[in-house]
């Protein structure tokens, strides 16, 4: 029997992001997803949404049914 994986190239958040210290995030997603670590990502709130900053992924974890992911701020875009 197989496990569905998808593969992630950016961070689409959808506002469930929770702030775990100053720029390090913590973001729960449902099914087994695989992304890049120790390179710099997009993140998003939406898939069609414009890009609100990157990030780069630090831990990632697989448990029942779902991701979690740890991810440090690198740079925010602002609309200044």
Do not use: C, H
Request: proline content about 4%.
């Amino acid at each position: 029997m197989g496990m569905p994986l998808e593969l992630n190239t950016m961070i689409v958040t959808k506002g469930r992001e929770k702030r775990e210290e100053e720029n390090i995030f913590r973001l729960t997603k449902d099914g087994y997803r695989l992304y890049p670590l120790d390179i710099p990502l997009d993140i998003r709130k939406t898939i069609q949404s414009e890009t609100s900053g990157t990030a780069v992924i630090q831990k990632l974890e697989w448990e029942s049914g779902q991701t979690i992911i740890i991810y440090k701020l690198i740079s925010l875009n602002s609309t200044n």
